[in-house]
């Protein structure tokens, strides 16, 4: 029950005659360079999150010994000098 050529073919002519070769072409470029550019919007999508997970990761290790530093930071108000 499936498509064969013949009938590809005869399709494939009744497409070129309606809109023609050259219109054809410009709409399989159009096509090919819509897909380039989602193909690359993705890709630059993916390069940013791992520059940023990277970017994270060398913010919390040191450079000589990979040791993790995770510090708070609090602003002193007079509560906190009392504990201190």
Known sequence: MGIS???LLIILAIVLVLF????LRNVGS???GAIKGFKSAVK???????????ASVENKTD???GNVFDAKAEQKTPENKDKA
């Open 20 to 23: 023609g070769a050259k219109r």
């Open 30 to 32: 159009d096509l090919g």
């Open 44 to 54: 630059d999508e993916e390069e940013k999150k791992d520059d940023t997970k990277q």
């Open 63 to 65: 450079d000589k010994d």
């Open 5 to 7: 050529i013949w009938q």
